[in-house]
């Protein structure tokens, strides 16, 4: 069984790349959030129709949750959206591993508060 659960709806996921901390390598983009109450850590992926095909896309899905199972959730109850952008599909899986675990350690840091405007 997996350690995480995925992100389901729209919702989820703008809630996540809005207030949660991002995080950008080369071919990847990883947002990270600690939503209160959450009881399990999620993950969601990312690929828009510019990267491939479905094949490809799908690959790739696969593979960024392979890497999530294969490192593990840095820390519990926290949730992921990982963006793919068009280099990453002609990735190696060590390369595409070594970025993603580069950007979630990073993610796992809270986001800083946003500025205040003077009135």
């Known amino acids: 069984m997996r350690a995480f659960d995925s992100l389901r709806g729209r919702r989820e996921f703008t809630m996540v790349m809005r207030r949660g901390t991002r995080v950008v390598r080369d071919p990847l983009t990883v947002y990270g959030f600690a939503p209160r109450g959450a ?4 993950v969601g992926v990312v690929i828009p129709v510019s990267v ?5 896309r799908n690959r790739l899905r696969r593979r960024c949750k392979a890497i999530f199972e294969r490192i593990g959730t840095p820390s519990p109850h926290r949730w992921y959206v990982v963006s793919c952008r068009h280099g990453a599909a002609e990735l190696p899986f060590a390369d595409l591993r070594r970025h993603l675990a580069s950007a979630l350690e990073h993610a796992d840091r809270p ?9």
């Open 52 to 56: 491939g095909s479905a094949v490809h």
């Open 39 to 42: 009881r399990q850590t999620k």
């Open 111 to 119: 986001a800083a508060a946003p500025a205040r405007r003077r009135a």
